[in-house]
């Protein structure tokens, strides 16, 4: 029997039809992969603090996110047991290397409980986990054609990346409050974290409608105190209270997160009402005629060149524009760092040469007229500098 033009069309919308009705099992998929990712944010968070404080914070805390972990792990197991719905070898291949580091979990925690790994370390280990499972979003794109549903599943992606980033910010600043230092790497990680954070709720913002907008303004930006401490974590090595301004700035944090979460909820959501509907509009299409078919190959048939090039080459310039991005950002931060650094230093070889201090004692002053000004440390030195040069003093050894 020969093939017609009408046995393809139908065997297409079968096709989008299955399609949007995996995107339906694939949301349910999603919703667990974030209730899972939000339990592991918070235990990493939790296990900075009790590993700083030799175990002397958060036992109780960590204890109970290790359980909540843990059943979260199971749902996510019981929802890719049968994964006929899911879409190629790509998605498996990441499904695999998340199981992987959440087989290698019980070992961290027993190193974490025992205290033989470092907060950074372990740290680092979370974040591999959470990299892996959050790489699981994007594959599930691959399964529907559909504009709308893609471009729902792009947004939530984005705004889980996000989220992500915000958790490593808590964890990165729980973790320096708690030593009473932030390193020249862990203020500069502090620093990627708040930035990257911004461009992917940035390009959330762009492929969103205005109520789900509103409610990440209204609940997932940062409040005014998380910005002091911002400032306070990117501009001094030191800190006081270590203990007490680490506690609030996890508990400063973690609400912004639970916000976000909600958010996060009502973009699942979003995905499957979107899935929802372009399924309803499928399966309302009737027996097609040869008019249908006449205007299904003028929209489809013959070589179009800005559809290829959308569908396969766009693709790999926008990864490549990203990693560009990504790249001038960094360096862009390193040379931001670099600059305030330097104008700190001129500070101090101010108090250096006309006060008579040493090195330390001049650091000390410039922290403590931060600290009294309620100013960033750069702020204060640049306008020392600038009185220096008013009045033509040197600014140099």
Request: aromatic share 6%; with cysteine.
């Amino acid at each position: 029997m020969k093939a017609t033009a009408h046995d393809f069309l139908l065997a297409a919308r079968n096709r989008g039809r299955e399609q949007l009705q995996d995107i339906l099992q694939i949301g349910e998929l999603t919703g667990c992969i974030a209730r899972l990712a939000h339990m592991l944010q918070r235990e990493r968070g939790a296990s900075n603090i009790w590993l700083c404080s030799r175990g002397r914070l958060f036992a109780a805390e960590r204890e109970l996110c290790i359980q909540e972990v843990d059943t979260e792990l199971g749902l996510f197991r019981r929802a890719i047991a049968e994964p006929d719905y899911l879409p190629g070898s790509a998605l498996f291949v990441s499904l695999a290397c998340a199981l992987h580091y959440f087989e290698q979990l019980p070992a961290l925690r027993t190193q974490i409980t025992v205290q033989q790994i470092q907060p950074l370390n372990a740290m680092e280990q979370f974040n591999i986990t959470l990299r892996h499972l959050l790489s699981i979003v994007p594959e599930t794109s691959n399964v529907v054609d559909d504009s709308g549903v893609a471009r729902a599943l792009a947004a939530l992606f984005s705004f889980m990346q996000g989220k992500e980033l915000a958790g490593q910010e808590r964890a990165i600043g729980a973790l320096g409050f708690m030593q009473g230092e932030f390193s020249d790497t862990l203020r500069q990680q502090l620093v990627d974290r708040i930035d990257s954070q911004q461009h992917c709720f940035d390009a959330f913002c762009s492929m969103v409608d205005l109520p789900l907008r509103q409610q990440f303004l209204a609940c997932g930006e940062p409040c005014r105190e998380t910005e002091r401490l911002r400032r306070i974590a990117c501009t001094r090595l030191q800190a006081a209270d270590e203990p007490q301004r680490a506690l609030r700035w996890f508990a400063l944090l973690t609400t912004r997160i639970d916000a976000l979460k909600n958010v996060e909820d009502a973009l699942i959501n979003a995905v499957m009402v979107q899935a929802q509907q372009a399924l309803g509009q499928v399966l309302q299409q009737t027996e097609p005629v040869e008019s249908d078919i006449a205007s299904w190959v003028a929209g489809h048939g013959g070589y179009d060149g800005e559809r290829y090039f959308d569908r396969h080459l766009l693709p790999l310039v926008r990864q490549q524009a990203q990693q560009l991005e990504t790249m001038a950002q960094q360096l862009a931060s390193l040379q931001a760092t670099l600059e305030e650094r330097k104008v700190i230093d001129q500070a101090k070889a101010l108090l250096i040469r006309h006060q008579g201090y040493s090195e330390e004692q001049a650091w000390q002053t410039l922290r403590k007229m931060a600290m009294n000004q309620n100013k960033r440390m750069v702020d204060v030195a640049s306008a020392m500098v600038s009185v220096a040069d008013i009045w033509r003093l040197p600014t140099k050894e």
